[in-house]
């Protein structure tokens, strides 16, 4: 009987325990989730961190960091085979070095925007200047597409008003994200796709990476999700269709 009731005792622990590890871990996710709404609110200019679209199940599905010769045409494959259409937050030094996997981009009908020319921390590198990071990038990316983007992403969401303001003279709108695929306590591309599937919500943008560091699980996540949305009712188009959509009323 003694036994008995240390066995239930020893099980009746674990499982607070359990519970415990579960709930703090969900909440640390739904704070990342709410994260980026929060940085809105200290300026007085607009920050899109996702679209209005009403009930229309859009998304658009975004991608910081590249071109990249190892993922990049990974990305675009995947892209082609489920017919979607996404947009690159593209890195100017880069666009340099692989202006054919620009080319390749726009060809397919995606969307090409400025993510700076060297992927600086805006805020804290003082020799930097977030002017020339900016312009000079829109350069590399008119030069090679023939179209200025129009929209701006800072690197690691780092930036101050100041930033908002040089973006806005320079002719963009500063575009964060809802929900990133990449996410510390999502440790396998099944768990990565899982939590951004969850996220599903009309109008929101989904950020993923395709360079700078290894992407491999975001590669693989990359079909989980597209058809865990599709499967829901969402359509994927660019930043720019996301942005101009007016809900029927
Ligand atoms: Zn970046």
Not at 123 to 151: F, H, L, N, W
Not at 223 to 229: D, E, S, W
């Amino acid at each position: 009987m003694k036994a008995l009731k240390w066995t239930l005792l020893i099980v009746i622990v674990i499982s607070g325990l359990l519970a415990g590890v579960f709930c703090v871990t969900w909440m640390q996710d739904e704070l990342a989730l709410r994260k980026s709404y929060l940085v809105v609110s200290n300026f007085n200019h607009e920050i899109i961190t996702k679209g209005d679209t009403g009930k229309t199940k859009l998304v658009a599905l975004t991608f910081d960091d590249g071109p990249d010769p190892q993922y990049t045409p990974k990305v675009l494959e995947i892209l082609k085979k489920y017919q979607i259409k996404a947009t690159f937050f593209v890195v100017g030094e880069n666009c340099a070095d692989y202006p054919e996997i620009i080319r390749q981009e726009i060809k397919a009908g995606h969307e090409v925007e400025n993510h700076t020319y060297t992927h600086p921390d805006l805020v804290k590198d003082r020799a930097v200047s977030t002017e020339e990071e900016i312009v000079r990038t829109g350069q590399v990316i008119e030069s090679i597409t023939g179209r200025k983007p129009c929209y701006f992403r800072p690197p690691k969401r780092l930036f101050t008003s100041d930033t908002v303001k040089i973006a806005e003279s320079s002719g963009y709108q500063l575009v964060l994200w809802t929900i990133g695929v990449e996410h510390r306590l999502s440790k396998t591309p099944e768990k990565m796709a899982n939590r951004v599937i969850k996220a599903a919500k009309p109008g929101i943008i989904i950020l993923a990476h395709d360079g700078r560091l290894n992407r491999t699980k975001t590669i693989e996540a990359l079909p989980l999700i597209i058809k865990g949305y599709q499967k829901k009712g969402y359509r994927f188009v660019t930043l720019q269709e996301l942005l101009a959509y007016a809900p029927p009323k």
